[in-house]
């Protein structure tokens, strides 16, 4: 007997009705999406429909796995490791580079990190796109290097690659051009596929807050961990979740080589960027306790300073990027390496007060303006461009006084983008930096995690 033909456009009416899909019709798509018989319009309305309508958490469930069971799952069990697999993940932000200290630091304290990560989405940024900064290194790797290099370096910051979660991958960059990044469904698929087909034996998510957060309120923040912790569970995959704030760039730059400079002189000491400084413990204490690599609290941070200070988390990194084919002497010579754009110009207070708010938003905007991120799908970026010195929340401020400078290739490009920029720092008469850590979402015994 012949089988009927499948319509793509049956689902998506289906969707766009406010019909949940069962897990076999979200199986049969994203097995589709990955095989390239669904085509962008098609993905691009079913993201749509998913944001209008939402979806229930079993169709949530549903959802992830079928984006994580549209490639393979890495099988560690041959690769002789002695130590826990440990990963962690950002929803997203402005000028968040923390992974790319924290999967160094962590594999110098003793974990596994292979860390699947994303590109540029909406206006928040991509960690593969700040590693690709450094010249020569490729995230694009099979899953066998991917193995290799996570058992040499004890950490791979990679990209899925066409193996894992491929529906995740073009799922992701059509997302990114049609206004359906903050869709709570979508994310937590996102994230949740790559991360069950890394194999991870623990799961760390740092759910951001904030006018730089993928999801700027707190009740919409709040609702995204408990899916994510939700959906995550169910898995089976032990996760916790915090909610952290994302108001402001947590090392004062946005942009790609910029932002991973700022990594690298974090790494090496000679820069301690105190926003930064304190997510990095307070997410690392975390993930060390997740692994039983520590004895408590206290025991978790000694070691994550003693790593960073003895060097050990920097050579972790520099290790991996040799791995990644980057260069062999990339912390000594990162300036030469990651040289910034040509052109400087400053956005100067009109007035004077205190910074008492940023739309970090229009920061990441801003850089995707000034050709930092992407308008169309896998579109190529300028490395260089970014904004930096941007003054904390809480600062002072005079006429005349730099609020950030932009680094861009051309100064025209600057002009276009500077009073868009100035509008992004409020000032006020007074200022209370928000703390870092607003919550903890669904904790799980350290028990549950074993190497
Ligand atoms: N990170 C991801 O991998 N996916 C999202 O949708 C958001 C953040």
């Not at 799922?171 to 994310?187: E, F, G, H, K, N």
Request: proline fraction near 5%; aromatic fraction near 2%; glycine fraction near 12%.
């Amino acid at each position: 007997m012949a089988t009927e033909p499948w319509l793509p456009q049956a689902l998506l009416q289906r969707k766009r009705n406010g019909e949940a899909l069962d897990a076999p019709a979200l199986r049969r798509w994203m097995r589709g999406v990955a095989e390239g018989r669904v085509s962008d319009a098609q993905l691009g309305a079913f993201a749509m429909a998913v944001c209008l309508r939402g979806m229930s958490a079993a169709e949530t469930l549903a959802l992830t796995l079928a984006m994580r069971d549209s490639g393979d799952c890495l099988d560690w069990h041959a690769a002789g490791l002695d130590g826990p697999l440990l990963d962690k993940h950002s929803t997203g932000g402005v000028g968040d580079l923390t992974s790319l200290v924290l999967g160094p630091l962590i594999a110098a304290c003793g974990g596994y990190v292979p860390m699947l990560s994303g590109r540029g989405l909406g206006h928040t940024g991509g960690t593969l796109d700040k590693l690709e900064s450094i010249p020569g290194l490729r995230s694009e790797v099979d899953p066998t290097r991917l193995q290799q290099v996570v058992r040499e370096a004890g950490v791979a910051i990679v990209a899925a690659g066409g193996a894992l979660a491929p529906a995740d991958q073009r799922l992701y960059a059509v997302r990114d051009v049609t206004a359906t990044v903050d869709s709570i469904p979508l994310i937590t698929g996102s994230i949740l596929s790559k991360k069950l087909a890394a194999g991870s034996h623990a799961l760390l998510l740092d759910v951001k807050v904030g006018s730089g957060a993928t999801l700027a309120d707190r009740g919409s923040a709040e609702a995204l961990a408990a899916s994510l912790v939700e959906v995550a569970h169910a898995a089976g995959l032990p996760t916790r979740a915090l909610l952290t704030d994302m108001g402001e760039p947590l090392a004062g730059c946005v942009g790609n080589g910029l932002e991973m400079r700022a990594a690298i002189d974090y790494l090496l000491g000679t820069s301690t960027p105190p926003r930064l400084h304190e997510l990095v413990l307070l997410l690392g204490v975390e993930m060390l306790q997740q692994g039983g690599l520590a004895a408590d609290a206290a025991d978790a941070r000694r070691r994550l300073c003693a790593a960073r200070d003895s060097g050990a988390a920097a050579q972790r990194l520099q290790h991996m990027v040799a791995l990644l084919g980057g260069p062999a002497d990339l912390l000594e010579r990162h300036v030469r390496y990651l040289p910034g754009a040509a052109c400087r110009v400053p956005v100067q207070a009109m007035e004077s007060g205190v910074v008492s708010a940023i739309d970090a938003s229009v920061l990441g905007m801003g850089l995707v303006a000034l050709g930092g991120g992407r308008c169309v799908p896998g579109a190529a970026i300028d490395p260089r461009v970014g904004i930096d010195a941007i003054v904390a929340v809480g600062s002072p401020v005079e006429p005349g006084v730099p609020l950030a400078w932009i680094h861009t290739a051309d100064a025209s490009q600057a002009a276009a983008v500077r009073e868009r920029l100035r509008r992004a720092f409020i000032l006020g008469q007074r200022a209370e930096p928000a703390p870092i850590l607003l919550r903890r979402v669904g904790a799980c015994s350290d028990a549950e995690v074993t190497a």
